[in-house]
């Protein structure tokens, strides 16, 4: 079943577009009507059923997912595949008629408890479907680590990819966690990272870019 998260309707007018339309630099503006997300899947192990959730600011600017079991670990308590968790999301984004859209920046938030000389990665590619993956951007955090740790993706202007205009073409995205327990010692201490905590309000925001499409 779809779940359907809608955004609030702006009383703003709707920006002008510059000139070059759907060919020229970014869209400055949001659009002023509702945009609609619907999440067809959620797989991964990072995201068992009914663990995340997606929501869209009132403003058009970003969608918000969160979770609350994504939690990646090695070492003392751990089983072998705890290393590594994953999220893939399958979302079709409903935007007003006329414009398209695209994912410019992502901002990821979560908490982690890293040994010394352990280390954790977080890694994010996003597509449309039967497009090729934009290039996949990722960070790594050293230990010692006790703290709530935020990564910042942004796409170059070039390389931002828009969804076509007037085709409907679902948006996947796909986020890893991973934790390496390098020269720490797996035998008597855990390391562990999540994109969500439980005693705090962490999650993923993903920024839109706007493109008003050309008249046809």
Known sequence: M???IAAAFLTAAMATAPAGGYGGPHFPDPPADKIVIDVVTVNGSGCPEGSAAVAVSEDNTKFTVTYSKYLA?????????????NCQLNLVVHVPQGFTYAIASTDYRGYANIQPGAN????????????????????TFKGPLDDNWQATHKIPVDQVVYKPCGEERNFNINTELRVNAGTSDPATTTSFVTMDSTDAD???????SWKECPER
């Open 73 to 85: 670990q090695v070492g003392k308590g751990s089983t072998p595949t705890d290393f590594r968790k």
């Open 202 to 208: 962490y999650k993923t925001e993903y920024h839109f």
């Open 2 to 4: 779809l779940t359907t």
């Open 120 to 139: 954790f990665l977080v890694k994010a590619s996003y597509y449309f479907q039967g497009m090729s993956d934009t290039i996949p951007k990722s960070e």
